[in-house]
């Protein structure tokens, strides 16, 4: 339980993708994301967190709740024996408006926005152009910390959407494919940020907090992390992974085109998904909308039964460095087969 050679690799390696300072582990990226938020409630003082409308941050309490038609917020349905009405702790805005967040921030109760740089688990949905720039500008105006969770964007290169589109970050979260199928997850402060975390904390009650954990940090999820990093997650492999990508999402996008269905297809790095929708979603509540259950079932037992297993949710595909041109061309082949057969 004590830190190896590999934790200092790690950090340093994530020090230069990301540009943040320090490092801390974990086991999930929920964990990160709950020590995250407990930390910029300490710091701040403020009780209040911020997410978007059907984001996803694992199982953070916090973060189940949606808004409904008529603005109201409250819990996702499907959220298992929460301990408060989320609306309690959390307000939630849609993604893309910058109007709504900036009212949602101007009480200045709100501790930290928790935020993926696109939405990916409702379908992707990308930034508008300058929305970032507001979404920073935002937090910085009203004292309000900025946490990215790289999670899912992470396809976008090896520095992640962050480095990618230069983002600014005050913590940022790292998990699930940082150890390749080994528990763990990264998260990362700022100077500014772990200034304010040593200020604020007391030696003598450093560890009853609820941050860590026996086996956070652990040696087979660094040595995890540390092979990756250097043999997954690398420039290298982003730069086979991501034409894969535009292949597949070419592929499809001709497809729903010939068969005249109202779909469209997005990506995200070597990322890539289609959505049952005519019109690229701009926030959660579009995206949610554009969803089709049943639909979906259907899409994923007639790729299923023909050799190819979707992600089990939504209808996403990730490339890996394994991936082969062949691979995509089968799922082509057959997408097309099922989209006809629908449009028929």
């Not at 956070?216 to 990756?228: D, E, I, K, V």
Request: glycine letters at 10%; aromatic letters at 8%.
């Amino acid at each position: 339980m004590l830190p190896g050679e590999d934790a200092i690799f790690v950090a340093e390696e994530l020090q230069k993708r990301f540009q943040l300072p320090y490092w801390q582990f974990a086991l999930t990226a929920t964990d990160a994301n709950r020590f995250s938020i407990r930390l910029a409630r300490q710091i701040t003082g403020r009780p209040k967190i911020l997410v978007y409308n059907w984001c996803y941050h694992g199982t953070v309490d916090e973060t189940f709740i949606t808004l409904e038609r008529n603005g109201a917020a409250g819990p996702r349905p499907g959220n298992i024996g929460p301990p408060v009405n989320p609306a309690v702790t959390t307000r939630v805005v849609e993604f893309n408006d910058a109007d709504a967040l900036e009212r949602a921030l101007a009480p200045g109760d709100v501790a930290c926005v928790l935020a993926e740089p696109a939405m990916t688990n409702v379908g992707i949905v990308h930034a508008q152009p300058g929305y970032h720039q507001a979404l920073r500008e935002l937090t910085r105006k009203h004292g309000t910390l900025l946490i990215l969770d790289e999670t899912h964007t992470i396809c976008a290169g090896p520095g992640g959407y962050t480095r990618a589109e230069n983002l600014e970050p005050d913590v940022l979260v790292f998990g699930k494919a940082i150890g390749a199928g080994i528990p763990g997850a990264a998260y990362g402060f700022s100077q500014e940020v772990a200034d304010r975390i040593v200020a604020r904390q007391e030696l003598e009650n450093c560890d009853v907090g609820g941050i860590g954990g026996t086996l956070a940090g652990n040696a087979l999820s660094l040595a995890a992390m540390r092979a990756t990093l250097t043999k997954v997650l690398t420039k290298e492999a982003f730069d086979r992974m991501i034409p894969m990508a535009e292949r597949w999402t070419g592929g499809v996008a001709k497809a729903i085109a010939d068969a005249e269905l109202p779909w469209h297809v997005t990506r995200l790095g070597c990322r890539a998904e289609y959505l049952f929708s005519a019109e690229k979603p701009k926030n959660g509540m579009q995206a949610h909308d554009g969803m089709d259950f049943e639909l979906e079932r259907f899409m994923h037992l007639y790729a299923m039964n023909r050799g190819i297993l979707l992600t089990p949710f939504h209808n996403m595909a990730l490339m890996s460095p394994q991936t082969e041109n062949e691979d995509i061309d089968k799922h082509t082949k057959i997408f097309r087969e099922a989209v006809t057969e629908i449009s028929g």
